[in-house]
């Protein structure tokens, strides 16, 4: 039988795709992740209690170069374990010291935890949910507040992130390219580099907040395997590839650290760890139902966009069984939730391992279920616009009472309200007229009318009175001695970022009235002063409710 004449190439030609759409995608994403995460990391000086502290460590290990040990103001500091300091120490040698070098770490740390849940997101469920989770979670409150954190909790949540990608793999949750399937010797040196990967990345999870990352990792598995039933799947994870890989990456700095420090294991292990998770020793004591207000808070601007997602997604489990692999990410997000639940000591970092997987199931949820459900999901936005309009109007009408001890950041808030109003009706609005890409474009635009205006604003708004890094200053513009420099009742936060910027230990006044000293302080005036010294004070100018006063203190002669 004769073969037919191969066709010519030019009688059916092969239809042309514009790159057109996926470069314009790619500017927009990168454009928002620059724009979220890298931006205006220095705009407020470093704040609360840990901040100032983990920097000053930082700093420490970059100037020693003693990178085993992390130490405060010259003393073993064991409360945390060293990959926030090794990445801030080095991002301090690159940089110099500064805010930004403080909290850079954090921001890489968050657009890797961002690139690889939308990995996973484009190998089981396609191109467009991967887009959906680049534009939505960089977006999401959560994300922004702790990208710009100098702290361990976005280094935690991005490393075991980018661990539970490789225990997909080994699970046999994501498709198998097609040499995989059909060479052995393939899927044998693929199954090798995943274990690597998996202990390389856990490893990494546990230097950043300790054996937490293993039972976040295994908690997830195992659940995945009850609910799934397929427990043989789950050996592979504990392929001598991934066991040998996390401990040349761990168990190093964990070894030596014991060996310097005698006392390394009973303060870092029983009481950072066991004791914080069961006991109330640390004082962080929440309400069992805490974290049910901080995930919604997590994901704005985008709550009624979850809410709607977790109702129509119990409503579409009713209907039939989910994929294994949305059930694994639906027992990494859960799992995460209960385990800190059921900890004694709550704080909002905490939750953040969780927020990259319910990002995904909320970004599943609009590629899937909207199509059918464009309506109910538009008039959540809608109504949420609404809810905005309403605290809006209200800040403008009653800001002595509705804010209070923030007015003098109203600016801010009210652009922030803006931002929520807009992000939210233009979604509404163009996904009811079933335009799903042009509503989520339209969402994320203001953000960068946004994020500009944040930056002209900080000329009006003092943003900088949130952080000590005003009163070092105004101790240095007054050329106080800073040997005779005392506090007096600082609050932690208070205390620990003038510590910083002034590169010292302030010392607790000791009421001595034989020595002539500059008291920094919240709690004393001069009219409280021992009797037997002359007092000036010494008023430090700032625009918040809280006076800080300098008191010099001269004895009597």
């Not at 639940?341 to 970004?363: D, E, F, R």
């Amino acid at each position: 039988m004769e073969s037919p004449s191969p066709t010519p190439s030019h009688a059916n030609p092969r239809p042309k795709t514009s790159r057109t759409p996926a470069i314009l995608w790619t500017i927009l994403i990168c454009a928002t992740l620059y724009a979220c995460y890298f931006t205006h990391l220095d705009a407020v000086g470093l704040v609360g209690p840990d901040e100032p502290r983990y920097a000053w460590i930082a700093r420490d290990m970059a100037e020693s170069a003693d990178f085993i040990t992390p130490r405060l103001y010259g003393k073993p500091w064991f409360e945390k374990p060293p990959l926030y300091y090794w990445s801030a120490a080095l991002s301090f040698k690159l940089f110099g010291i500064s805010e930004t070098s403080a909290r850079l770490p954090s921001a890489v740390f968050a657009l890797l935890a961002t690139f690889a849940i939308a990995w996973l997101a484009f190998r089981i469920y396609g191109a467009e949910t991967a887009r959906w989770i680049l534009l939505l979670l960089p977006t999401s409150a959560g994300m922004i507040g702790f990208s710009h954190a100098a702290a361990t909790d976005m280094p935690f949540a991005a490393t075991l992130t980018m661990a539970m990608l490789p225990a997909a793999v080994l699970l046999g949750l994501i498709p198998a390219s097609r040499l995989e399937r059909t060479s052995s010797s393939s899927y044998t040196s693929s199954t090798l580099l995943m274990g690597v990967l998996l202990g390389f990345f856990l490893g990494l999870a546990t230097l950043a907040k300790g054996p937490a990352a293993i039972i976040l990792c295994a908690g997830a598995v195992f659940f995945w395997a009850l609910l799934t039933k397929r427990w043989r799947d789950t050996i592979r994870l504990l392929h001598p590839s991934a066991i040998i890989s996390f401990g040349v990456t761990a168990l190093p700095w964990y070894i030596l650290c014991a060996i310097r420090n005698p006392d390394f294991f009973r303060v870092f292990i029983i009481e950072h760890n066991f004791k914080r998770f069961l006991t109330p020793e640390f004082q962080h004591i929440q309400p069992f139902w805490y974290y049910t207000g901080i995930i919604p808070i997590a994901f704005l601007p985008w709550t009624a966009i979850l809410l709607w997602a977790l109702f129509a997604g119990v409503k579409h489990l009713r209907r039939g069984p989910l994929s294994s692999s949305t059930i694994f990410v639906l027992c990494w997000s859960v799992f995460c939730i209960a385990f800190f639940t059921i900890s004694v000591s709550k704080l909002p970092g905490y939750i953040l391992p969780a927020v990259p997987p319910i990002g995904l199931l909320l970004a599943r949820a609009c590629t899937f279920l909207a199509p059918s459900k464009r309506w109910p999901l538009a008039l959540s936005s809608l109504l949420f616009s609404a809810l905005c309009t309403a605290a809006f109007l209200a800040s403008l009408d009653n800001s002595e009472r509705f804010l209070r001890n923030a007015v003098a950041f109203k600016p801010v808030i009210v652009l922030v309200l803006l931002l929520f109003i807009v992000a939210n009706l233009l979604f509404g609005i163009l996904l009811a007229f079933r335009l799903r890409s042009a509503a989520l474009i339209a969402a994320v635009l203001p953000f960068f009318l946004a994020f500009r205006g944040f930056g002209a604003m900080t000329q009006f708004t003092p943003l900088s009175v949130l952080s000590s890094r005003y009163i070092a200053d105004q101790v240095r513009a007054d050329q106080m001695p800073l040997a005779q420099l005392r506090s007096f009742k600082l609050r932690r936060a208070t205390l620990y970022g003038v510590n910083f910027y002034l590169r010292l230990e302030l010392q607790e006044w000791n009421r001595d009235p034989s020595d002539e000293v500059y008291v920094l302080t919240e709690g004393l005036h001069c009219y409280n002063k021992p009797a037997q010294m002359n007092c000036d004070d010494l008023w430090i100018e700032q625009e918040r409710l809280d006076v800080f006063d300098v008191l010099h203190l001269t004895p009597k002669k």
